[in-house]
RNA sequence: CCGGGUGUGGCGCAGCUGGUAGCGCGCUUGACUGGGGGUCAAGAGGCCGCAGGUUCAAGUCCUGUCACUCGGACCA
């Protein structure tokens, strides 16, 4: 390579004589440019030339230009496909592993995300478990249609007007415009109340427990997989009592359910709380919470339990005779979660090599990796070993052709639990080698207690992510006093803040437009940090969680 | 809805002032390998998001549009 004071001045001279080609071309174009037929071969020509020069003029210089041509063993560095790290950019990380994982792909309509089979799988988890919990406390699962007509969502003043900016509407069948238009269900509050409506009659036909499992449509501005899609998966459960106490008494068990869930299968511990009025649920009286905390200490609600008091049920003419042969009106309550509830898991557990899954809900949970499976012998003990861990979990062996070291990294980057190694030297020793893939730990199990260690490897893998997820929040949760310590905290320091607060809701908002911070609950679980409001300083007795949120 | 970024083989990208579409990964075939994304060899694969416009010539310039993405606003 010349010097560079050379290849500049090189590079002068160069540029003068592309610039009189240029022009020499052009002229000796313009001439002949009227025969048509030979047009195309001139282009050529010109082009020709000038890829000449241009080419001579690269050669010559040495810079950046040629490395690609001169040296293409430089761009020979082994480029593996990984993912953004966390620290660098959290939503990119985030977006890597939703794709990379296999849980999604995108879809032709914003904010319409295909889930493919390995991210169905973990919801059909999640649904199988909750659905049970839901029988077991008596719900029944019923279907009701995706379409309200308007003059039915239209019926609970407060509750249309939380819904209506983000409601799809049919306004045609086929060729014809509709007497009246269909939304598409962005919740089916009002479907339920309709069919209570003609279905309860008598105190006998109480208590009612419902429960959906469907999609709604939510026509979001901004989307993201799993967190806020415009079509999403979720489980509605709506319930139809008697007195108040028994709504309010569900309304109260159903979300411990959730948060049970959450804790103990999820392994991702929550905030159980009520929100304020101002982020209540339209239409409600009362909304409950699970809070959980991300990585990113961002706040995500990741379950939400509504009383509805007997609003609903006037509005909707739902009324009974009671005991006393006296018209009544009933109580309601609902209930949800969504497949947003993915996307917890994936920022509550993941780390830099991929997606992190709660055993409970993986849908591999023990992934078998043969080594030098051609040796004599291995494939056959393979499948024997894989014969016994799928007695005790859901198991897969790999007898891909990959190596070793890409299956490691692609069941790393899907989340799978734990991960067992049987190559040669383990048979000849009678054990394997098992991973955890919370913690990174090698355990060595023989061969003969494998089947009773599987299971308690992965509950240790449920604790391990439980106790590393709770000591985070508790590194990331700080309290303040002021207005002042509440912006220095929400600014420098991500995760949730507690802060006493008076109860007034212009403190809410001011708290939003000074700190950034919304209310994320009220605890039920109450500690005073303090008692003064935050914002006003007048006395306070609550304790709220704030923070950022999804 | 407002603002920024990006659309080029399956994926990630290069293509500077318009001039014969390239690289890496992946894929296919074969061989050797195999305990952390292996090595070598040979191959296949491209309406450059879409629609107009400027030009002899557009991946490149202009206009529009759609999608993705980040941030904000809105919203569970």
Known sequence: MPPEKVAVETTIVLNQIICFSRAFVNTFLYIFSKRAQTLKNLAKLKGLLYNTVVYLINETKGGTRSVFCTFPDMAKEKLVKSITSMEEDFAKWYTDVVLKADLIDYSSVKGCMIIRPYGYAVWENIQRIVDGMFKETGHENVYMPMFIPESLLQKEKDHIAGFAPEVAWVTHGGDEELEERLCVRPTSETLFCDHFKNIVHSYRDLPKLYNQWCSVVRWEKTTRPFLRSREFLWQEGHTLHATAEEAKAETVQML?????????????????????????????????????????????QSGTSHYFGDGFARAFGIEYTDKNNAPATPFETSWGISTRLIGAIIMAHGDDSGLVLPPAIAPIQAVLIPIASHKEGVLEKAREVYGIISKVCRAKIDEGEQSPGWKFAEYEMKGVPIRIELGPKDIEANSCVVVRRDNGEKITVSLDTLEEKIPEILTAVRDGLYSKALERRAAMTYDAHNLEEIKEIADTKPGFIRAMWCGDRECEEKLKEYAGVTSRCIPFEQEKVGDKCVCCGKPADKMLYWGKAY
């Open 256 to 300: 411990n359910i959730y948060a049970k869930f959450a804790e103990e299968y999820l392994a991702i511990p929550v905030i159980k709380g009520e929100k304020t009025e101002k982020e209540r649920f339209a239409g409600a009286e009362a909304t409950y919470t699970i809070e959980a905390l991300m990585h990113d200490g961002k706040a995500l």
